[in-house]
């Protein structure tokens, strides 16, 4: 048995290009189709009903492309929509904060675990929720870092501004027993290097590895891997088709079938091919 249908991921933004890295890494022969909601990013500030809506077209959207598993490559998605979506669809979805916290809660020595992600994901306290189910004793504290977004979506982390907003964003961090923290926006590890220069101590758990170990176990345990020999890549956005481009084959370092301007609010698809 086997299912050669796509995964599909969705994000807000670029940042879901994260766990699209890590889907071709530990699942090399799987198709893949990505959408990134660039024209509504950064969804952390939306309200919690707009990301839900927002979430349902990227849903259906990747429904319509006949995906077999649907992992968010959001965080800000997965603590506001990911529970009403499951209750709309069948489809299989996975999201990013379970299997981020259960590794973080492996990984600290000190049950200090911090978490930086958007306003969103850090009111939602879902981060908090979930790591104390998993281990009451843990002690939790989650700051937001929406700035963190933008610093990677107009490709500014090596700026001036950004490194001392990086720096006065993690401070909570800095030298005591905080000895975790949680990348809790699939955008941060493209911060690791500027984060690790001022907490070079500290573990940094990015919840997309173990995300998407979770979607690969399940699959086999389906048996819904693909048995095909090569993949076929598809990235879509919904805005700043140019930029994303530049910035996802710089990412992603490999072969992209295609990447594609789509409109998911409405019906009138437009199709710019930018190979």
Same mark, same amino acid.
């Given at each position: 048995m086997s299912d050669n249908r796509p995964i599909g991921v969705l994000d807000s933004g670029l940042g879901g290009l994260t766990v699209v890295k890590e889907v071709i890494r530990q699942m090399p022969n799987e198709d893949v189709v990505f959408i990134g909601d660039e024209a509504r990013m950064p969804y952390g500030v939306k309200t919690h009903d707009q990301i839900i809506a927002y979430t349902?077209?990227?849903?259906? =959207?990747? $429904?319509?492309? /006949?995906? *077999?598993?649907?992992?968010? #490559?959001?965080?800000?998605? +997965?603590? /506001?929509?990911?529970?009403?979506?499951?209750? &709309?669809? +069948? @489809? !299989?979805? $996975? #999201?990013? $904060? &379970? !299997? #981020?916290?259960? &590794?973080?809660? *492996?990984?600290? *020595? +000190?049950?200090? $675990? #911090?978490? @930086?992600?958007? &306003?969103?994901t850090i009111n939602s306290k879902s981060y908090n929720q979930t790591i104390h189910e998993i281990n009451p004793k843990i002690t939790s504290l989650g700051v937001p870092a929406q700035k963190f977004v933008s610093f990677v979506e107009t490709d500014t982390a090596d700026s001036a501004e950004a490194k001392q907003n990086i720096e006065e964003t993690l401070k909570p961090f800095k030298d005591n027993e905080f000895d975790t923290l949680i990348l809790g926006c699939t955008h941060f590890p493209m911060l690791k290097k500027q984060i690790n220069g001022f907490l070079p101590n500290t573990k940094l758990v990015d919840p997309a590895v173990a995300t998407?170990?979770?979607? *690969?176990? =399940?699959? +086999?345990? /389906?048996?819904?891997?693909?048995t095909q020999p090569k993949r076929v890549l598809k990235l879509h956005a919904t805005a700043d088709i140019k930029e994303f481009s530049r910035l996802a084959k710089r990412w992603l370092q490999t072969d992209i079938d295609e990447i594609n301007l789509v409109n998911i609010g409405g019906n009138d698809e437009r199709n710019h091919n930018s190979n």
């Open positions: 349902r077209e990227m849903v259906q =959207y990747l $429904i319509s492309q /006949n995906v *077999k598993i649907i992992i968010y #490559g959001c965080n800000t998605a +997965t603590a /506001n929509a990911l529970q009403t979506m499951r209750s &709309e669809f +069948t @489809i !299989p979805m $996975i #999201g990013v $904060i &379970e !299997p #981020g916290s259960q &590794e973080a809660s *492996k990984v600290t *020595k +000190t049950d200090h $675990i #911090g978490i @930086i992600a958007t &306003e969103s998407v170990t979770v979607a *690969k176990n =399940y699959l +086999t345990k /389906n048996a819904a891997l693909t």
